[in-house]
């Protein structure tokens, strides 16, 4: 699982709406929403999911998350073969699910 930002801002997609959370059938999703602020402008909507985590000892990988949300913030992963010795490393934080923004390369031009 990402969650995903938009290229030209860096703002994330979420919104906070908790539709994956509905969506979810094991109940592995959870999200606090809060609104967004002129100083603190985090997602492009009016709420943001100041929290956001996935229990993935309980995620059956069915990809419900992802067709639930209207922004396309959080899509599946390959990363689905996982083992740890503590169970409370599996639970992923919005920190560790977000991913990074695209950094655009400029083209080189001849002669460089």
């Keep these: ?62 990809g419900y998350c992802e067709v639930a949300c209207p922004f396309d913030a959080i899509t599946m992963g390959n990363d689905y073969e996982m083992a740890d010795y503590e169970r409370s490393d599996l639970i992923f934080t919005k920190e560790m699910l977000l991913a990074e923004p695209i950094e655009k390369t400029p083209l080189r031009r001849e002669g460089e």
Excluded: W
Excluded at 30 to 45: F, L, Y
């Design 1 to 62: 699982h990402k969650l995903q930002r938009f290229e030209d801002s860096g703002l994330e997609k979420c919104v906070g709406c908790s539709l994956c959370v509905a969506a979810c059938p094991a109940e592995c999703i959870r999200v606090v929403a809060a609104e967004n602020t002129p100083d603190n402008q985090v997602s492009a909507g009016e709420r943001y999911a100041a929290v956001y985590e996935i229990n993935m000892t309980r995620c059956i990988f069915c």
